[in-house]
C-alpha cells in the first residue's frame, strides 16, 4: 500500500490550500484517513481523520479549529485537506496517514512522503 499526497506549496497568510492523498495497492478497506503535520522542531501532531463511515475528529488546537476542513472520497481511497485562512504557524510537513485492512486481512498503518505547506508573507 502506498499513499501519495499532494497540494502543499507556499501561500500568503489569509491563503488556501487543499491537500489530497490517494492510498493504492492491496486495500480492503481504509478505516481510518487522515492528516498529521510536523512543524521544524516540533513532534508530529493530528490535524484531522475521518472514519469510512464519516466520523470526524479534529485536532483539540483551537489554532485550527474552523479553518481546516477533512473530507474523503471512499470509493476513490482519497483523502482531502482543505485549509483556509492560513496563518504562519500554520507551515509544516502535513503527512496523511491510513490505516488500512489489507487483502491478507492485516489492519496496518501507512504514511504518505509528506508534502510541505509555507504560509509567509
Known amino acids: 500500500v502506498q499513499l501519495q499526497a499532494y497540494g502543499g506549496g507556499f501561500v500568503q497568510p489569509g491563503g488556501s490550500l487543499r491537500l489530497s492523498c490517494a492510498a493504492y495497492g492491496s486495500i480492503v478497506i481504509i478505516n481510518d484517513m487522515g492528516w498529521y503535520r510536523q512543524a521544524p522542531g516540533q513532534q508530529r501532531e493530528l490535524v484531522a481523520g475521518?472514519?469510512?463511515?464519516?466520523?470526524?475528529?479534529?485536532a483539540s488546537s483551537s489554532s485550527m479549529k474552523g479553518r481546516f476542513l477533512v473530507s474523503r472520497d471512499n470509493a476513490k481511497n482519497t483523502v482531502y485537506l482543505q485549509m483556509n485562512n492560513l496563518k504562519p504557524e500554520d507551515k509544516a510537513v502535513y503527512y496523511c496517514?491510513?490505516?488500512?485492512?489489507?487483502?491478507?486481512?492485516?489492519?496496518?498503518?501507512?504514511w504518505g512522503q509528506g508534502t510541505p505547506v509555507t504560509v509567509s508573507s
Open positions: 475521518m472514519t469510512y463511515g464519516g466520523s470526524i475528529t479534529y
Open positions: 496517514h491510513a490505516r488500512v485492512v489489507t487483502t491478507r486481512l492485516y489492519e496496518c498503518d501507512y
